[in-house]
């Protein structure tokens, strides 16, 4: 399994944002893909996932629900994290990871270490 996220940039607060995933080497009938962000010298924050094969199951960290949306295209094996009202205190870099087991506890999907495969990580910068 290869991960590649890109997308990321200088944008200012209130701007939008989307970061795209690009999946590949694997197959993803029921991985749980997720998106995670980290500001040095904390630890990696879970930031949403989506179940690859039912797009309708999501999950959102609390931080970012209202604002942020994880979506997936099948076709083109994309996972995508739209980023709406977008501030400051979102400044980090992000990843995105897959579990390709797809455990379907979704209080997992938050814990990194649900995760064996991660991408490369993209900055994203908000200005204020």
């Known amino acids: 399994v290869q991960l590649q996220a890109f997308g990321g940039g200088l944008v200012q607060a209130g701007d939008s944002l989307r970061l795209s995933c690009a999946a590949s080497g694997g197959s993803f009938g029921s991985a749980i893909m997720g998106w995670f962000r980290q500001v040095p010298g904390k630890e990696r924050e879970f930031v949403g996932a989506?179940?690859?094969?039912?797009?309708?199951?999501?999950l959102l960290a609390d931080s970012v629900k209202g604002r942020f949306t994880v979506s997936r295209d099948l076709a083109k094996r994309m996972v995508y994290l739209q980023m709406n009202s977008l501030k400051p205190e979102d400044t980090a870099v992000y990843y995105c990871?897959?579990?390709?087991?797809?455990?379907?506890?979704?209080?997992?999907?938050?814990?990194?270490?649900?995760?064996?495969?991660w991408g490369q990580g993209t900055l994203v910068t908000i200005s204020s």
């Open positions: 989506i179940q690859w094969s039912t797009a309708s199951t999501t």
């Open positions: 990871a897959c579990d390709p087991i797809g455990n379907v506890d979704r209080r997992t999907w938050t814990r990194p270490d649900t995760y064996g495969y």
